[in-house]
């Protein structure tokens, strides 16, 4: 089986879970995903390769082309898909497609040119049409201020995703001898895609009419690697030598004045007491000062540190928000772009954490919310819905490929 994606780490770790699972079950793996090194490591965990496709995708995150470079690049990474996974493709029976739109589109076109089963997968629903929400907006592409008929932006949405990718996938499906795509999202989306979350921290509401009567979606849970990897030994003896910390890391995003960032967390955990774990992430975080009460890491196993926290601050990526809200900790969600605003808003609406309601928090606005938080109300919310909370997504998702695989 391949499993496609190119994004960040969100989209990468997924699909480190799926694939542990279907080689537990005896499935061979590949994984086709950019070329960053952490991706490497982390897939090389579960014992399975990396097949590398285009440019890292750390590169493409910090160069922040400007919205109008947006069907240009998108155009490499559809051209990318066609050459190399293409070539890993062959003798799978099975691809999975998911990661940005482009990438998915041409990652499945090239499923249908070797005429081999795909599925498509999205790790929040945001792209799912629904008449409950808004699509969320590209760069550069707002809706009609005002607008508020989401059958109208699912409408404008399409027309957005045509206007940026149909060419570029056009023309690459016409030089390998398929016909062009009129409806691209609807393309990618398919009727029947998967989405993998957890449906009491994302439900899926059904919504019959408002898309093809055929349209359904298959929620598997999301997806984890099963078990957790042993933290670092000077991390472990930091966590030993006082009362729980508050972590705070914005995972693949390029924080924007990363600096006031950090400034701002720290002084805001301190106000309460607390000590700090820092990850570095791809914002490259560090602690400012020399005091021995901030310890900053670098790629760490959420599964294994967060229970051991007090809370966790967070950028609202859906991975972290479902690793958090597994962990049964509380969480402050600073959300920077993309769908993190929608987590955010469901971290608050679950009573679990706080939505701080911008991507960049003062001292006093970060306390607040760190109240709030470390209240032990929140706690104990955060405790029940971690109970809750499904842990057998990728198992799930496994199964079901090697049962109509076969």
């Known amino acids: 089986m391949l499993l496609s994606t190119y994004g960040s780490r969100g989209d990468v770790e997924p699909l480190a879970g799926l694939a542990a699972e279907l080689r537990r079950l005896g499935a061979e793996v590949r994984v086709c995903a950019p070329p960053d090194g952490d991706f490497e490591r982390r897939l090389a965990d579960v014992g399975v390769a990396l097949v590398p496709v285009g440019v890292p995708a750390r590169v493409l995150t910090r160069s922040a082309p400007p919205p109008s470079a947006l069907p240009e690049r998108a155009a490499e990474v559809i051209a990318d898909q066609f050459e ?16 940005m739109m482009p990438a998915a589109a041409g990652a499945l076109s090239v499923a249908e040119l070797l005429g081999i089963r795909s599925v498509s ?10 008449p409950d929400r808004a699509p969320l907006a590209y760069p550069g592409h707002p ?29 690459s499906r016409t030089a390998a001898g398929l016909p062009p795509v009129d409806d691209v999202r609807g393309y990618v989306t398919g009727r029947r895609p998967w989405l993998a979350t957890d449906p009491v921290l ?35 003896a930091f966590l030993a030598a006082g009362p729980p910390p508050v972590y705070v890391g914005f995972g693949s995003m390029p924080v924007f004045a990363a600096a006031d960032v950090t400034r701002a967390a720290l002084a805001a955990v301190r106000a309460h007491g607390r000590r700090v774990v820092m990850a570095r992430g ?5 602690a400012l000062d020399d005091r021995d009460d901030c310890f900053v890491v670098g790629e760490v196993d959420q599964g294994a540190l967060f229970p ?5 601050v967070h950028h609202g990526g859906a991975g972290t928000t479902a690793a958090a809200t597994r962990s049964g900790v509380p ?8 769908d993190q605003p929608y987590w955010a808003g469901r971290v608050a609406e679950l009573g679990i954490g706080v939505d701080h309601g911008g991507p960049v928090p003062t001292a006093d606005s970060l306390s607040a919310a760190l109240a709030t938080a470390l209240d032990p109300v929140t706690r104990a919310l955060a405790e029940a819905v971690a109970a809750e909370i499904r842990t057998d997504g990728a198992a799930v998702a496994a199964r079901l490929l090697l049962d109509t695989s076969g």
């Not at 997968?121 to 799912?128: A, D, E, G, H, M």
């Open 121 to 130: 997968v999205t790790f929040q629903q945001l792209t799912l049409p629904s």
């Open 202 to 236: 994302d439900p899926w509401r059904r919504a019959p009419g408002f898309t093809d009567p055929d349209f359904d979606v298959v929620q598997t849970g999301a997806w984890f690697v099963p078990g957790i990897r042993r933290l670092p030994s000077e991390l472990l």
């Open 282 to 286: 791809w914002a490259d975080l560090e």
């Open 331 to 338: 969480q402050v969600v600073l959300p920077q772009a993309a």
């Open 84 to 99: 190399t996974v293409a070539a890993a493709a062959e003798g799978c029976d099975v691809l999975v497609a998911t990661g």
């Open 143 to 171: 809706f009609p201020p005002g607008a508020t008929d989401n059958g109208a932006l699912w409408r404008l949405d399409a027309g957005i995703n045509n206007e940026l990718f149909a060419a570029a996938l056009g023309t």
């Open 308 to 312: 051991l926290t007090a809370a966790v």
